[in-house]
């Protein structure tokens, strides 16, 4: 799955076969361990002013609130934040350019459960807000399921199940043990 966002994303550019991106198309891409870039003893809000185009700068605290990072939060010192503030903060850098088509792999993998739901509810937002283009790949694929407009589920390299969440939902449910199957 990684492989593949990061096809998808021109990160990795060893494969075989091809693909095109539409016209106009600009990729963002996020993956599991981005957030470990995001490292110093600046503030958030001097991060972000250091990295967003000089016609950002204005709206920066309106995204950062967006972000869940309102009043003084923005003057915390990048050293002391937590694995989920760093996502969303990485997050939030990489939205500071033009992109219309977001790829996220795994992006709350080394999350806890209340810094996963809080990057979810930002990128959900943000989804809502603009009309980005989102791709997940994601473990923690309950709280997404009923959020998306269409799954597809690969096993051992092939699409295993492709749909409508309400084609896919009742043939993954943990009532019929295929749920546990999904890898």
């Avoid at 399921?145 to 799954?151: H, M, T, Y």
């Amino acid at each position: 799955k990684s492989t593949l966002l990061r096809v998808l994303a021109e990160v990795d550019k060893n494969y075989t076969g091809s693909f095109k991106l539409g016209s106009g198309v600009k990729v963002g891409y996020f993956s599991q361990d981005s957030a470990e870039s995001i490292k110093g003893s600046e503030t958030i809000l001097e991060r972000l002013e250091n990295h967003a185009p000089l016609e950002l700068i204005p709206r920066l605290r309106d995204m950062l609130g967006a972000f869940l990072f309102r009043g003084d939060d923005v003057f915390k010192s990048i050293d002391v934040l937590s694995g989920g503030e760093k996502s969303r903060i990485a997050l939030l850098e990489l939205l500071l350019r033009p992109v219309n088509l977001l790829i996220l792999d795994e992006p709350t993998a080394q999350l806890d459960p209340i810094s996963a739901e809080r990057f979810i509810s930002s990128v959900l937002k943000l989804n809502r807000e603009s009309g980005i283009t989102i791709i997940i790949s994601e473990h923690r694929t309950e709280e997404l399921l009923p959020l998306c407009d269409k799954l597809i589920i690969i096993e051992n390299g092939e699409i295993f199940l492709q749909g409508s969440p309400a084609e896919i939902i009742p043939k993954i449910s943990p009532e019929n043990n295929f749920y546990h199957s999904i890898p």
